[in-house]
């Protein structure tokens, strides 16, 4: 059973940087690419980034590009989302999920080729 946890939300201030984690079980998680997303309140749940399973790839929003990075730690069947120079529009609950294809040959960026999503974890960023 694929099981997903997201960590690491908080509330920081505008300018700051976050570390946020997915530990990953119930799956060959080393032959899957990972996803993160944010839904913010009253918003529709947004595709923010995604790394290929053999964690060589990355392909990210525009609204997170060159502040946002995603690296895959395979042994440790962890994902992790760096987030800098955080924003107040960065504000929402984040989460992770796993594409729906083993070893996919290129960075999914569809909505749809992701499926079990976490719990998500919190992330404010005050002005």
């Known amino acids: 059973q694929v099981h997903l946890v997201e960590s690491g939300g908080g509330l920081v201030q505008d300018g700051a940087s976050l570390t946020l984690s997915c530990a990953a079980s119930?799956?060959?998680?080393?032959?899957?690419?990972m996803g993160w997303f944010r839904q913010a309140p009253g918003k529709e749940r947004e595709l923010i980034g995604a790394?290929?399973?053999?964690?060589?790839?990355?392909r990210y929003a525009d609204s997170v590009k060159g502040r946002f990075t995603i690296s895959k730690d395979n042994a440790g069947n962890t994902v992790h989302l760096q987030m800098n120079t955080l924003k107040p529009e960065d504000t929402s609950v984040y989460y992770c999920?796993?594409?729906?294809?083993?070893?996919?040959?290129?960075?999914?960026?569809?909505?749809?080729?992701?499926?079990?999503w976490g719990r998500g974890t919190h992330v404010t960023v005050s002005s």
């Open positions: 790394i290929k399973w053999s964690g060589d790839s990355t």
């Open positions: 999920a796993k594409d729906r294809q083993r070893r996919r040959s290129y960075t999914p960026t569809n909505f749809r080729d992701f499926t079990s």
């Open positions: 119930g799956f060959s998680f080393s032959e899957f690419a």
